[in-house]
C-alpha cells in the first residue's frame, strides 16, 4: 500500500484567536508524525464504481429515483469550492499537477490526468485512491457494491429506508412536496422487493412484511458480508421516532394495504414502528445502526429535524443495538455528546470536513475525546458529486487529510493541558482513526 503523504503545513495552523488575539496551538510534529502513518478505517464513505465509457452509478445513495438531485442547491461551502487550497492539494497528490493554487489551466490538467489514471488503473482504482489517502478500509454505503468495490478493503452497509414505506406515499406526497421525490423512490424501491421472493403483491399482514421481507433480507444483507446497516431518514422526516404498539400498527398497515394511502400522522406511526423493528433485528443480526444527523443538502431539507437528541427514545428503548449518530449531529455536535453515555451510542464526524476547517473540527473533537474516547470513529462522507473540479476521489483524500489535522490539534490541546501524555495521545489516534471502528464491527 501506497504510504500516507499528508504534510502538515505549520504556518498554516498558526491563526490568530478572535477572542484572545493570541497564536493557537501549533500540532506537536512527533503527533503529527504519527498520525500521518495511521492507515484509517473510514466507517462512513461512498465510493464510486468502476464506470465503463458513458455509464453512470446510481447505487451509491439510498434512492433509486434521483429526482431529488435536482432540488439540490449549488451552495458549497468554502473547503471544496475549485479555490479551496484543500482541492488545489488534492489535485496535486492525486492526479500529479504541479500548480500550487486554482486555475482554469490547471483543473483542466488535473482532470485530464485524473481520466488517464482511471483508466489505467482498472478496477484496482478505488483500491488506488484509498491508498492515497492512507486509508485501508471504508465502510461503504451503497445500494450494491459492484465493480471495483471488494472486500477486504470496501465493505458494505445497505441502505434500509425502504422498508419504512410499504404502502402508498400518495397523501404524504400531497402533503409535503419537496419531499416527493424522496417518497416516490423509495415506494418504488419497497415494492421492488416482492420479486425475488415470488410474492406478487404486498403481503397483507404488517407481521408478514416483517417476516417474509425485511428479516429475511437484513439476514441476507449479513451473510453478503455487511457490516452495518444506514438509514437516511432525516431526508423525509424529523428522526423522533417513538415506541408504538404492534397492534395499532397492524390496523394502520391492514386498513390500506389493499387500496387508498394513509395520511401523515398514521404513516409516521407505521415507520416509527417499522423503525424499531429493523434495528432490533439489526442488533440481534450484530449489525450496527447507521443514522444520518445533522446537516443535509438541498433547501427541502429540514435541519432541526436531524438533531440527533431525537433519537434518544431509540436509544432508549432499543438497548441490545449499535447505533452511530453519522455527521457528528452538526451543528448540534456538542449537545450530542450526553449521548454517548449510552452503552449503544457511538459518533462518527463524517461529512464534518465539508463544513469545517481543521481547526474548527478540532474543538469538536477535543469535546468529544475529554468525554468518551472511545466512541469517537472517523470518517470522511467522501461521495461521487459529479461536480467539474472535484467528486469521491478528492473528497476521499481532503477528508482524510482534514480530519488528520484536526486530530492533531486536539491531541496537542489535550496533552498540552496536562490532561493525557503523548503516549495516551499516540494511542487515542489509533482509536479514533481505526480502532474503534474496529471494534464496534467486530473486524
Known sequence: ?????????????????????????????????????????????????????????????GFSSHSYQAQLVPNLPANVRPH??????????????????WSEEAINKAMENKRRIIKEKGDSYPAWVLDQAGVEIALSNRITMQRGLTSPRFRWVPYVDHYMFPLSTAKIRSANPLYAGFYEGLEQRAKGLHSGRGVKTTPPALKEWLAN?????????????????????????????????????????????????PGPDEYKKLQDFIFFEVARTAGRLQLPVHIHSGPGGGAQYNLSGADPLLLEQAFINLPETDFVILHGGWPN????????????????????EYFLSPRNLAEVLRYWLDYMPEKVLFGTDAYPEKLPHAGWAEFQWVNTRSAREALAVALTEMRNDGNITTDRAKELAHMVLRGNTAKLHRF
Open 333 to 352: 455536535s456538542k449537545p450530542a455528546t450526553a449521548l454517548l453515555r449510552k452503552s449503544n451510542v457511538y459518533i462518527d464526524f463524517s461529512g464534518m
Open 213 to 261: 421481507v425485511v428479516t429475511p433480507d437484513l439476514e441476507k444483507y449479513k451473510r453478503e458480508g455487511a457490516v452495518a446497516i444506514k438509514f437516511t431518514a432525516a431526508y423525509f422526516r424529523p428522526l423522533d421516532f417513538a415506541p408504538v404498539s404492534a397492534k395499532e400498527a397492524a390496523a394502520i398497515y391492514a386498513t390500506f394495504v389493499r387500496g387508498g394511502a
Open 1 to 61: 500500500m501506497t504510504s500516507p503523504q499528508r504534510p502538515i503545513l505549520a504556518t498554516a495552523l498558526f491563526v490568530a484567536a478572535a477572542a484572545s488575539g493570541q497564536a493557537q496551538t501549533l500540532p506537536d510534529p512527533e503527533l503529527v508524525k504519527v498520525i500521518a502513518g495511521i492507515k484509517a478505517i473510514d466507517t462512513h464513505s461512498h465510493p464510486e464504481r468502476v464506470l465503463a465509457d458513458g455509464e453512470m452509478d446510481t447505487e451509491w445513495d
Open 84 to 101: 479551496s487550497h484543500l482541492i488545489v492539494a488534492s489535485w496535486r497528490a492525486l492526479w500529479g499537477i504541479p500548480d500550487l493554487e
